[in-house]
C-alpha cells in the first residue's frame, strides 16, 4: 500500500508542477488519501506485534512517509490555492475591463478615489498627478494592473482614446503614451 501510496505522491506532485487540471489532482488526493488510511490503520496493528528496537525503526520509517504525504497535501493545496487566486484575478481584470470606468479601481491602490479624466486637456495635469502618485510609480503593481486602474478612472473621450487596446503589460505604456 505505501508503493501505492508513493506512485500516487509523485504523480501528484508532476502533475502539480505541470498546471493539470485541477479537478485531475484533486480525485488523486482523495485516492492517496484512502489508500494512506487503509495503510495507517495496517501499520498501528503491525507496530503492536513489534519488539522495541524494530518498533523504533518502523515508526522513524513510518514518520518520514507521513511526512511525505503531508508535504505532498500541501504542494496540492498551495497549487489550488494557486489556481484559484489566478482564477479570481482574471475575473477580476476581466470586470474591470468591461465596466470601462463605470467602477473605480479596487486592485491594491490606496483608500483615496481619483476624480476620473474624461478627456478635458486642461484637467490632465491633475489627472495624471494623482494617478501616478497613487499608482502609476508603485513597484507592487504590475503593469497590467496599472492599465486595469488607469481604464477603470477614464471616461468618455479619453476612454474612447484608449478602448482599441486590449489590456496587456505591453498595451500599458502605448496607453500612458496615447493619453
Known amino acids: 500500500m505505501k508503493r501505492r ?6 504523480e501528484i506532485q508532476h502533475r502539480c508542477a505541470e498546471n493539470v487540471e485541477i479537478e485531475k489532482i484533486e480525485a488523486m488526493v482523495a485516492e492517496m488519501d484512502r489508500i494512506y488510511s487503509l495503510a495507517e490503520d495496517l501499520q498501528w496493528s503491525y507496530e503492536e506485534l513489534l519488539n522495541e528496537d524494530n ?24 497549487y489550488k490555492e494557486k489556481i484559484m487566486k489566478s482564477s479570481k484575478t482574471e475575473t ?5 475591463a ?24 486642461m484637467q490632465f ?3 495624471w498627478d ?18 486595469i486602474c488607469l481604464r477603470s478612472n477614464l471616461k468618455g473621450p479619453a476612454l474612447d482614446v484608449i478602448s482599441g ?3 496587456t503589460a505591453t498595451n500599458y505604456p502605448e496607453a500612458v503614451k496615447t493619453l
Not at 92 to 96: C, S, V
Not at 105 to 117: E, M, S
Not at 130 to 147: C, G, M, P, W, Y
Open 5 to 10: 501510496v508513493n506512485d500516487l505522491m509523485t
Open 55 to 78: 518498533l523504533a525503526t518502523n515508526v522513524h520509517e513510518w514518520n518520514a512517509f507521513h511526512y511525505a504525504v503531508v508535504d505532498t497535501r500541501a504542494t496540492f493545496h498551495v
Open 92 to 96: 477580476a481584470e476581466r470586470k474591470a
Open 98 to 121: 468591461f465596466e470601462e470606468g463605470k467602477e473605480p479601481c479596487n486592485l491594491r491602490i490606496p483608500k483615496w478615489q481619483l476624480t476620473p479624466f474624461n478627456g478635458d486637456i
Open 125 to 127: 495635469g491633475a489627472f
Open 130 to 147: 494623482q494617478f501616478q502618485a497613487s499608482v502609476h510609480s508603485r513597484t507592487d503593481l504590475n503593469d497590467i494592473e496599472k492599465f
Open 165 to 167: 487596446f486590449s489590456i
